[in-house]
């Protein structure tokens, strides 16, 4: 069920399935990625800076933001 897994693909809420590979625009803050990393249940981010987003489900606090919420699109994690 893709309703499970919201945020997955970083592009907002809502979009839980896309035909072709798309990229998405930038990290907020025109951060730029420099590598990435997929799971079933959420994504990550390392941007050139340093820093790591993370998107997908929040389940079990998965994703370091310190509580069980899913994110639509990238979050940076803050330290």
Do not use: C, M
Not at 1 to 18: A, M, T, Y
Not at 19 to 39: M, N, Q
Request: zero cysteines.
């Amino acid at each position: 069920d893709r309703e499970e897994f919201p945020g997955l693909l970083g592009h907002g809420e809502g979009v839980l399935q896309l035909k072709t590979p798309t990229r998405l625009p930038s990290l907020p803050g025109g951060e730029r990625a420099i590598g990435v990393a997929a799971s079933r249940y959420f994504s990550l981010a390392l941007s050139a800076n340093g820093a790591l987003w993370s998107w997908g489900s929040g389940e079990d606090g998965k994703l370091g933001h310190g509580d069980e919420e899913d994110q639509w699109q990238p979050k940076k994690i803050e330290a």
